[in-house]
């Protein structure tokens, strides 16, 4: 398929989802948009249990009840315990990555299957968490924009000035220059929000602007993850549920790490305040 028509697929597939997606987070109740997210990271259980080399239907629901079951007792944790316990797995997860193809030993089906876990179930405890604060639908929104304009200012920095290569053996159309591209992006939004938005986002900018850097130093990192993750399994894309975006994981990759790290920078914020 041409470069143009991809594009023409993303662009249609995303003019439809995302003024649901944003009109979901502003106006469903936490209850309603929980159980549609976890919908949503149970189609991403399904595509990783592929992932894994479990490609049976049995083996793939058993693996999406195991993640089900998780979410559900993860409610009962306070939020800031799994939100810390994903700060550590995504440091484990750099390390993953950062060595690959040199992957930590074990790393067979099982031990992938357990780290699909931490991938999908701490970004439901944070987007919950963060939409039942005041505000917290603006919260919520202002993360995925920030998500949103970060993929897009790296995609376009890479393309204009990418030189050199972030990590060549994970995701070889990633470049420095995109990344920064991402984080000039981040900054102007993470300075530009709190004045625009001052009842819902933090007044402390530089330690706000902190916060939105690192969840989108950590997006990066849940993106080059995955595709470490699909690179081991052979494989180009998660899914082929999006027409021109791959699989539900595909789509949602970066949020899963910026999630929890964002909530967690939040909380922090507002205990030091």
Same mark, same amino acid.
């Given at each position: 398929?041409?470069?143009?028509?991809?594009?023409?697929?993303?662009?249609?597939?995303? @003019? $439809?989802?995302?003024?649901?997606?944003?009109?979901?987070?502003?106006?469903?109740?936490?209850?309603?948009? #929980?159980?549609?997210?976890?919908?949503?990271?149970?189609?991403?259980?399904?595509?990783?249990?592929?992932?894994?080399?479990?490609?049976?239907?049995?083996?793939?629901?058993?693996?999406?009840?195991?993640?089900?079951?998780? +979410?559900?007792?993860?409610?009962?944790?306070? @939020?800031?315990?799994? +939100?810390?316990?994903?700060?550590?797995?995504?440091?484990?997860?750099?390390?993953?990555?950062?060595?690959?193809?040199?992957?930590?030993?074990?790393?067979?089906?099982?031990?992938?299957?357990?780290?699909?876990?931490?991938?999908?179930?701490?970004?439901?405890?944070?987007?919950?968490?963060?939409?039942?604060?005041?505000? #917290?639908?603006?919260?919520?929104?202002?993360? +995925?924009?920030?998500?949103? +304009?970060?993929?897009?200012? @790296?995609? !376009?920095?890479?393309?204009?000035?990418?030189?050199?290569?972030?990590?060549?053996?994970?995701?070889?159309?990633?470049?420095?220059?995109?990344?920064? #591209?991402?984080?000039?992006?981040?900054?102007?939004?993470?300075?530009?929000?709190?004045?625009?938005?001052?009842?819902?986002?933090?007044?402390?900018?530089?330690? !706000?602007?902190? $916060?939105?850097?690192?969840?989108?130093?950590?997006?990066?990192?849940?993106?080059?993850?995955?595709?470490?993750?699909?690179?081991?399994?052979?494989?180009?894309?998660?899914?082929?549920?999006?027409?021109?975006?791959?699989?539900?994981?595909?789509?949602?990759?970066?949020?899963?790490?910026?999630?929890?790290?964002?909530?967690?920078?939040?909380?922090?914020?507002?205990?030091?305040?």
């Amino acid at each position: 398929m041409s470069i143009s028509r991809t594009l023409e697929r993303r662009l249609i597939t995303a @003019a $439809v989802l995302l003024p649901l997606v944003v009109a979901g987070v502003l106006g469903l109740p936490t209850v309603v948009l #929980g159980l549609i997210l976890a919908g949503a990271l149970g189609l991403g259980a399904w595509e990783w249990a592929a992932l894994c080399g479990w490609h049976g239907p049995r083996e793939r629901v058993s693996y999406v009840a195991a993640t089900g079951l998780a +979410l559900g007792l993860s409610r009962w944790l306070p @939020a800031h315990w799994v +939100l810390a316990a994903a700060l550590l797995w995504w440091c484990l997860a750099l390390v993953w990555v950062a060595r690959y193809p040199r992957s930590p030993a074990g790393t067979g089906p099982v031990t992938v299957g357990i780290a699909g876990m931490w991938v999908l179930v701490p970004p439901w405890t944070a987007l919950t968490e963060l939409h039942r604060w005041g505000h #917290g639908p603006v919260l919520v929104l202002f993360l +995925l924009v920030m998500i949103w +304009l970060a993929d897009s200012a @790296a995609f !376009f920095a890479g393309r204009r000035w990418g030189r050199v290569r972030l990590a060549p053996r994970a995701s070889p159309g990633k470049t420095r220059e995109g990344m920064w #591209g991402a984080l000039g992006a981040t900054a102007v939004l993470s300075l530009v929000g709190p004045r625009l938005l001052p009842a819902a986002l933090p007044a402390a900018l530089l330690p !706000f602007l902190l $916060v939105c850097l690192v969840t989108v130093l950590t997006s990066v990192l849940g993106d080059l993850f995955e595709s470490v993750i699909k690179r081991q399994a052979g494989v180009k894309d998660s899914g082929k549920l999006l027409p021109g975006h791959g699989g539900i994981l595909d789509r949602i990759d970066s949020l899963t790490a910026a999630a929890p790290v964002f909530a967690a920078g939040l909380w922090w914020l507002g205990r030091a305040a």
